[in-house]
């Protein structure tokens, strides 16, 4: 049951508070006309407060037993799968993504939470003798442990408003840091939704605090504030290289765009390798930054390939998120105006349309392009969109070549029956992570996450989610002296 979510508060301190600004930053949805409803728009000295706030309850949270930390975590994902309905709706609201897709992202979260808490009690430090080292003596014993890195600044997306989330404060909390949350504007109501749910699991005063508003106001200001310590960011590829810059020496990890191509060899099991590209395309109208982003397929399959996805883009289910639909609107009018530009450009330079190229506000209709060459826009620019460019190669290394000429390089699928040949290809993309005989995506949690090149710096994943917030920490016991 859909409602308006008006007026927002924001967190800090243990307080829901309105801005003194008196503004707040309406949110409009993405496939019915109207607001959804508004969050506070910050100044730089609530945001400044917000900042003093967790540092100062930084030193007593870290010495909060590991154990008792986690015990939060345990609670505040109870709370999140308890409103797994509300936080649904809200997110279908304000992202335009199902409903069937917004509880499974909440019950995602639940799991990331828990283990989390989990992967951290079962890390443990280590200890090293001296005398392993040439001249040394075996009278010193080195101790070496994590620590918290001190306030993490946790700046989300739109399209996982939950789990990517959840992904920063849960590695972070979980650690010893304190937190502050910067949502996406439109993902901010999912956000404070979460914020809700770990005030009710006792979350102790300072420890998060959600702060919201424009970009252009407190962005700048946060990433660059001394009392910041580490910078998480998931984003656009423009505002992140932008966050580096203004980071200085803070450590940061980007998760960025994406061009993530899909290779089919003319080995390849087709019928898979159509299933999983539709998948992997279309989903949440191509919305992730680990959509399969373009096919590059051998001109030997080709025809036979097409024909395929065409069938399957015709089944696609299109229209309102309300009725669980693949492909739903768009996030905004300004993504759909640049998918569709991708889609003109590539059809006045000569490609053929298959399928789509069909529009009504937000909403781009899948739409499948054949014959796509290098000089199109489509083939290099990530479009965020359902639009998906075929691109026909003659060998594997005109594939690869195509493949790395990419500013990006998040991940990559290579669809053959050919094991030799799918590892070799895999060792010459210049990418984070390489899918043989499956989609692009995120995860398992667990599993490394990462991208080079324009596609990110550092490596999330549980494990090293809770490396990157964290430093090593050696103590020296001299014994005998």
Excluded at 1 to 19: F, H, I, P
Excluded at 47 to 61: D, G, P
Excluded at 396 to 423: C, H, M, P, W
Aim: glycine share 10%; aromatic share 6%.
């Amino acid at each position: 049951m859909e409602s308006t979510l008006t007026a927002q508060r924001y967190y800090v301190n243990g307080e829901w508070k309105e801005s003194s600004t008196g503004n707040v930053v309406e949110i409009q949805s993405p496939y019915k006309d109207g607001i959804v409803g508004t969050v506070q728009a910050l100044s730089q000295e609530e945001a400044e407060a917000a900042i003093q706030s967790a540092k100062q309850a930084q030193k007593s949270w870290a010495k909060v037993s590991l154990q008792e930390r986690a015990n939060l975590l345990y609670k505040w994902a109870d709370e999140l799968l308890a409103m797994q309905d509300e936080i649904a709706d809200i997110m279908m609201q304000e992202v335009g993504k199902s409903l069937k897709d917004a509880k499974s992202e909440v019950q995602r979260t639940y799991d990331y939470i828990r283990y989390t808490a989990q992967e951290a009690l079962h890390t443990n430090g280590e200890s090293m003798k001296g005398d392993r080292f040439p001249g040394g003596s075996s009278s010193k014993v080195g101790i070496v442990d994590r620590v918290p890195l001190g306030v993490v600044l946790a700046i989300s997306p739109f399209n996982y408003p939950v789990n990517l989330s959840a992904s920063k404060l849960a590695p972070a909390l979980i650690s010893g840091n304190t937190v502050i949350f910067k949502p996406a504007t439109q993902g901010a109501l999912s956000g404070i939704k979460m914020m809700e749910a770990l005030d009710r699991a006792g979350l102790p005063a300072g420890v998060v605090n959600i702060v919201t508003g424009r970009g252009s106001v407190i962005g700048d200001f946060l990433v660059e504030h001394k009392d910041i310590s580490m910078v998480s960011f998931t984003g656009g590829t423009k505002t992140g290289e932008n966050l580096a810059k203004v980071a200085g020496m803070k450590p940061v990890v980007l998760e960025l765009g994406g061009k993530d191509p899909g290779i089919v060899r003319e080995d390849a099991d087709l019928d898979k390798a159509v299933k999983n590209i539709i998948s992997g395309a279309y989903s949440y109208s191509g919305q992730r930054c680990t959509a399969i982003k373009r096919v590059l397929v051998h001109d030997n399959v080709a025809d036979e390939l097409v024909a395929k996805l065409k069938e399957q883009v015709a089944e696609l289910a299109v229209g309102s998120p309300v009725e669980s639909n693949t492909v739903v609107p768009l996030i905004d009018s300004k993504s759909a105006d640049g998918v569709q530009a991708l889609i003109d450009d590539a059809l006045a330079k000569g490609a053929t349309l298959v399928a789509g190229n069909k529009r009504e506000g937000n909403l781009i209709h899948p739409t499948l392009l054949d014959h796509v060459t290098e000089d199109m826009d489509v083939a290099w620019v990530e479009p965020f969109g359902p639009v998906l460019p075929v691109i026909r190669v003659g060998s594997d290394e005109e594939a690869i070549e195509i493949a790395n000429k990419s500013q990006y390089g998040l991940q990559a699928s290579i669809f053959t029956r050919d094991v030799d040949k799918a590892f070799y290809i895999a060792n010459e993309l210049e990418v984070g992570a390489v899918q043989i005989n499956g989609r692009t995506e995120r995860g398992p949690d667990h599993f490394p996450f990462l991208g080079v090149k324009g596609s990110g710096m550092g490596t999330q994943g549980i494990a090293n989610s809770i490396l990157s917030m964290t430093r090593e920490k050696l103590t020296v016991l001299n014994l005998g002296n």
